[in-house]
């Protein structure tokens, strides 16, 4: 499981914790978060802001 | 499509314009500033509008960078280069744009549709963006060593700071608001001594209710920073080789590197001079129009229906926005719930101020390695809170129930 920051505000998206309160399950991998998504800290969109890999 | 709007810019009469319909004939659609507001508006709009001519200007070297990032990369390991994202010769390239760097705009020739650059060239637009930006408020003080004192606003600030920090120990923060906090908590996490000075009794008081604030104030001490709250520096004079603060309250404070973070003001100084409305910053309406005709102004140096707003999701917002409205189809900004997440690893915050003027009281919870802040008001609608520590994983959750920002 690998986390992932938005290179626009330093958010990190846990992908073990996923992001539950948003519909996202735990264990969610990054390829498989809603191509709509949102950083749930700045709006970046996930097209226009690659998250990069922190840790794998 | 484009074609469609490229008619329509012909349309227009203004002296500025040109009538034959060829593509490079039609004036660009210029944006002043290449910074996150500048930079996301001409992507969200290149997506729409891949036909006209894009000009961006800007005074700095046009490097796309995360601002926020600038607050917590030492602690990560981060060089200031690293931090950059693409620089301008590859942003104009994504973006099919022209990138004037280190550029200055001397002025806005409103009736003549055209901005009048440093050295004296002119060129015409078939829109304007003003995306200038904010500068750093600079605190009156006394003393030998004033232009000493440094703050970072941009990502040559940093740099430079950064290249200080290697020589220095200890250093002395005016200004216990966001960006303070968030620096303070970074360096004392790679093992600088800070001391963190301003007027306000907790930190972030703008935003936080005292509660908060203080759970952020404890958090950051047991991290290392030092405060001296409630208390005003008043002079920064050359000390060997460092300086020496002076508070109000006679105490001394020796520091080999001071940095101010003590506000920031929108940069309104170009919209005045050409005669657009400004205010705290430059008034616009919901479709984020200036008083000047096809003049429009983003992200920390505009005013949105009275709202200021200097963080990362209501420029977002507002791009998303005016990216359409540029592009022939107007479209209001919306601002959902937007709470401000304060970097401080010692003891994260996230922060959605009630509206200006609401009616209510907070109520403070301690939980379990944290506390809940949340203003409510007298029929007990949630209007805004602020959560500290354990208390921020609560955010997403608080905010279904609050009211958007701006309808």
Known sequence: MAKWQCTVCGFIYDEEKGLPDEGIPAGTRWEDVPEDWKCPECGASKADFEMVLVTA | ??????????????????????????????????GMAGYTLAREWRRLDDRTSLLMVTADNGDAYAKPMLSNALAQGRTPEALVTADAVRMAETLNATIRTHTEVEAIDVPGRRLILAGGEAVGYRQLVLAVGASPFRPPLEGDAVT???????????????????????????????IGSEFANDLVAAGWRVTVVGPDPWPVSTLLPEAVGRTLQQGLTAAGVEWRLGRLASSVQRAGEGFRVQLDDGEQLEADLVLSAVGLRPNVALAEAAGLKVARGIVVDRYLRTSAEDIYALGDCAEVEGLNLPFVMPLMQGARALAPTLAGTPTPVVYPPMPVVIKTPACPVAVAPPP????????????????????????????????????????????RDLPPVLA
Do not use: C, H
Request: glycine share 16%.
């Open chain 2, 148 to 178: 000493e004192v440094l703050s970072v606003n941009s990502l040559e600030d940093y740099a430079r700071f950064r290249e200080r920090l290697t020589q220095v120990r200890q250093l002395v923060i005016l200004g216990p608001g966001l």
């Open chain 2, 356 to 399: 200006r003027g609401a009616k209510g009281t907070w109520q403070v919870e301690a939980i379990e390695g944290g506390v809940r802040a949340r203003f409510l008001a007298g029929d007990g609608r949630l209007l805004g809170f602020a959560l500290a520590g354990a208390a921020v994983a609560e955010k997403q959750g608080l905010m």
């Open chain 2, 1 to 34: 499509m484009s074609g469609v709007r490229r008619i329509q810019g012909g349309f227009r009469n203004g002296p500025g314009d040109r009538l034959r319909t060829g593509r490079d004939t039609v004036p660009p659609l210029v944006i002043v500033g290449t």
